[in-house]
Structure formats: C-alpha cells, structure tokens
C-alpha cells in the first residue's frame, strides 16, 4: 500500500518550513542563532501570567476558563481589543473582533475563506513564509502586489483570468515586515487601498509587529485609513489580523481578527469546524495580563529591542565586506540582507554552521518561486549584545572567504 497515494492534490504545493527546522538548532549551545523570529523569553510577563492563570482556575472562574466557550473568543478580551483598535483608529465594537489560535490560524482561515484553485493572492517578494505555507493549500497563485500600483489593475486581472481565476486579496505587512523589516509610508498605504479598489479584492493587514516600533512616526493601519474614507466598518474590504506573540507571549496562541462583520461570521463558521474554539484559559489570562499594563509591557520590549537593533546595525557596519547590504528597520525583529549576485544564501549557511556555528534564515525561503537566493534575514529580538557582536563578526568572516 502506497499511503501517499491516498492525499490529496493540493498537499504537494506544502513544503516544510525551513525556520522550524532552524529553530532546532537553539538546543545547541555553541551555535548563535539569528534564525528564528522569536521574543527573548526574558522579557516574557511570567509574574503576572502566574497571577492571571491562578485567577483563572480559583473555584470562582475555573467553571468558565475550563469548560467549552463560544467560537468568538472570551468577551472581556474582544472588548478590549475593541478598546484597543479604537486607540488606532478602528472604532469597533466586540462583534467586530474574532479571537483566534494566533494570527497564522488567520491566516489559514482567510485563505480558507477567500481562494478557490487558480485564483490570485498579491504577496511581497519576498513575504511571510507562514503566509505563503497558509494560503499554498487553497492552490492560489501568488502575483507580486506593488505597493506603488506601478502595474496597471487591468493588467493584474488580465493575467488572474488567464491563469482560470481571480485576484482575492492583496496580503502584507505593513509595519517592520517579515522578512525585510520594511515599512510602508503613509503614500504606499494609500496606494494599496486604491490598487484594491481597482481589482475588486480584499486586503489582509498582517500587524503582527505593529507595537514594536524604535523610531520614526507612527503611521496608521491601513484599515484606519479605509474606515476613515469610507465611515462604516461593515463597508471596508481591509481585514486586520493581530497578535499577542510577539508582545506577550507565543507560546499561549491568542491573536485576532478585525474585519466587518458579513467576515467575522464567516469566519466563525470556520473556526466552528477547526477547532470549536480557541482555549479559554489562555483567553483569560492574556486578558488579565493586557489589562494590567499593555502599554508599559511593550515600551519595556522596545527599549530592549531597539538597543539590540542598534547592536546589529553597528556590528553589521563594522564586519560586513563591500558589496553586501542591508536594512536598518524602524522596529519589529529583522534585518534583511543581500548579498552579491551569484551567491546563494543556503550555502552560506551550510558554511556558517560548519565553519562559525552561526546560523540565519535563507532568503529564497520567503519568496513564493524560490526567486531572491542572494539574501537573508537576520533575527536581532532573541540573540544578546554579546551573542549579536560576536555571531556578526562570525558571519563576516564566512562573507570573506565565500567571496574571496
């Protein structure tokens, strides 16, 4: 019996993730990893987490945090996600808000909702990996999405019906992404949302990284700028999706989704069929912990995180041999490199765990053809100063010699 005979299809376009075979390489005490993109556990609330789970299973609530709960999520966390979207300029109520098993179920739930065989998902080149393993299996093709709407949206649509579909939505993030660490400007959103119009399709606002900012000014969501246009929620095509793992804590699995509510219901239906709901003792205890002082939990990881940042940027100035460059990230946990064409970023790897037991992710990993293997990305969030000096300096000495 050939079991593999019996899968379908669509499970040949799923591929294994390169960063969670990468992350198995933490266990190892004498490589420095720049691989995952992971929080420093340091810096985790444990103290309150403690509080909030014990509150959460005294003889008062634990008839609550332990049982079946609606598919919505815990209601005192919508409402403060509520509360919280309000702050960024997306007035909504509980019944905007659907609570999900971190934002990549999300993600999986909107390629579920949204792709029929064939039909177009606009990524960035490079993207989220997670985004692109989500939405492999609904067997989209994947077009580049140009945030400065360059390409003309006949065009665009021209090439969706060719391939026997149609263009569903535009997926990025807009603040400090993942991979690049990249921005977009207030003009490149605006640009998005009138790109969108002109197809017809939805917008996916992955704000995974969005309280991580260093510097620079504050721009608004996306869907802030749309609601703010249009008046009504219910009208706006942008879908926000949110998460508390790279805030508070991922090991828990609780982001969101704020979306119009003709989307919310749809995707209630899913998360019915998925998994009933998400846990409700997570719910509550991340609800406890972003009551008692969000803000100040995040001011806290962003002076943290911006001197590493600093760390990086410095070491990557004073190690990396000409020819080689990278971005210097406003916030959120990544630097992006590029290297001279004709290099490829997995064999650099390979030598730079045999040679240095230094250790990043290959760039062509984030592109949807495998294009870009002249790059990488580099996690600056879970290393220390220490670690980050030195696992710089190890990787400009395996620069060197691949480009000598």
């Given at each position: 019996?050939?079991?593999?005979?019996?899968?379908?299809?669509?499970?040949?376009?799923?591929?294994?993730?390169?960063?969670?075979?990468?992350?198995?390489?933490?266990?190892?005490?004498?490589?420095?990893?720049?691989?995952?993109?992971?929080?420093?556990?340091?810096?985790?609330?444990?103290?309150?987490?403690?509080?909030?789970?014990?509150?959460?299973?005294?003889?008062?609530?634990?008839?609550?945090?332990?049982?079946?709960?609606?598919?919505?999520?815990?209601?005192?966390?919508?409402?403060?996600?509520?509360?919280?979207?309000?702050?960024?300029?997306?007035?909504?109520?509980?019944?905007?808000?659907?609570?999900?098993?971190?934002?990549?179920?999300?993600?999986?739930?909107?390629?579920?909702?949204?792709?029929?065989?064939?039909?177009?998902?606009?990524?960035?080149?490079?993207?989220?990996?997670?985004?692109?393993?989500?939405?492999?299996?609904?067997?989209?093709?994947?077009?580049?999405?140009?945030?400065?709407?360059?390409?003309?949206?006949?065009?665009?649509?021209?090439?969706?019906?060719?391939?026997?579909?149609?263009?569903?939505?535009?997926?990025?993030?807009?603040?400090?992404?993942?991979?690049?660490?990249?921005?977009?400007?207030?003009?490149?959103?605006?640009?998005?949302?009138?790109?969108?119009?002109?197809?017809?399709?939805?917008?996916?606002?992955?704000?995974?990284?969005?309280?991580?900012?260093?510097?620079?000014?504050?721009?608004?969501?996306?869907?802030?700028?749309?609601?703010?246009?249009?008046?009504?929620?219910?009208?706006?095509?942008?879908?926000?999706?949110?998460?508390?793992?790279?805030?508070?804590?991922?090991g828990l699995r609780i982001g969101w989704v704020c979306a119009a509510r003709p989307v919310i219901?749809?995707?209630?239906?899913?998360?019915?069929?998925?998994?009933?709901?998400?846990?409700?003792?997570?719910?509550?205890?991340?609800?406890?912990?972003?009551?008692?002082?969000?803000?100040?939990?995040?001011?806290?990881?962003?002076?943290?995180?911006?001197?590493?940042?600093?760390?990086?940027?410095?070491?990557?100035?004073?190690?990396?041999?000409?020819?080689?460059?990278?971005?210097?990230?406003?916030?959120?946990?990544?630097?992006?490199?590029?290297?001279?064409?004709?290099?490829?970023?997995?064999d650099l790897l390979a030598a730079a765990l045999r040679d240095e037991k230094v250790a990043f992710v290959p760039g062509g990993a984030f592109y949807p053809d495998d294009d870009g293997r002249?790059?990488?990305?580099?996690?600056?969030?879970?290393?220390?100063?220490?670690?980050?000096?030195?696992?710089?300096?190890?990787?400009?000495?395996?620069?060197?010699?691949?480009?000598?």
């Amino acid at each position: 019996m050939q079991i593999d005979s019996f899968f379908a299809a669509r499970n040949s376009r799923m591929k294994a993730s390169e960063i969670r075979e990468l992350l198995k390489l933490l266990d190892q005490p004498d490589v420095i990893s720049f691989a995952g993109g992971i929080p420093d556990p340091a810096l985790f609330p444990a103290e309150k987490f403690r509080d909030a789970m014990a509150d959460a299973l005294s003889d008062q609530n634990q008839g609550l945090s332990l049982q079946y709960s609606t598919s919505e999520g815990y209601p005192p966390l919508r409402e403060w996600l509520a509360q919280r979207m309000t702050q960024l300029g997306v007035p909504c109520g509980a019944d905007n808000i659907l609570i999900t098993s971190g934002s990549q179920q999300a993600l999986d739930y909107l390629g579920k909702l949204f792709l029929s065989p064939n039909d177009t998902a606009l990524v960035g080149w490079p993207t989220y990996l997670g985004a692109l393993g989500a939405f492999n299996a609904y067997e989209p093709r994947f077009d580049r999405l140009d945030p400065m709407g360059n390409r003309a949206a006949a065009d665009v649509q021209a090439d969706a019906a060719a391939a026997g579909g149609k263009v569903k939505f535009s997926y990025l993030s807009p603040d400090f992404a993942n991979p690049t660490g990249i921005t977009l400007s207030l003009q490149e959103r605006q640009q998005v949302l009138a790109q969108a119009e002109a197809l017809d399709c939805m917008v996916i606002e992955d704000a995974a990284y969005q309280s991580l900012r260093y510097e620079g000014e504050e721009i608004p969501p996306i869907l802030s700028l749309e609601l703010t246009e249009k008046g009504d929620l219910d009208q706006c095509r942008t879908i926000y999706c949110g998460s508390f793992s790279k805030t508070l804590s991922p090991g828990l699995r609780i982001g969101w989704v704020c979306a119009a509510r003709p989307v919310i219901d749809q995707l209630v239906l899913l998360k019915q069929a998925g998994d009933l709901h998400t846990a409700t003792l997570n719910q509550m205890a991340v609800a406890h912990v972003a009551a008692d002082g969000f803000e100040d939990h995040t001011r806290l990881l962003c002076a943290h995180y911006k001197a590493r940042r600093d760390r990086m940027l410095a070491a990557l100035d004073q190690h990396m041999p000409k020819g080689v460059e990278w971005t210097r990230p406003e916030g959120g946990m990544f630097v992006w490199m590029t290297l001279p064409k004709g290099m490829d970023g997995a064999d650099l790897l390979a030598a730079a765990l045999r040679d240095e037991k230094v250790a990043f992710v290959p760039g062509g990993a984030f592109y949807p053809d495998d294009d870009g293997r002249n790059t990488l990305r580099l996690n600056f969030s879970s290393p220390n100063q220490a670690q980050i000096d030195e696992g710089i300096k190890r990787l400009g000495r395996v620069l060197r010699a691949a480009m000598s």
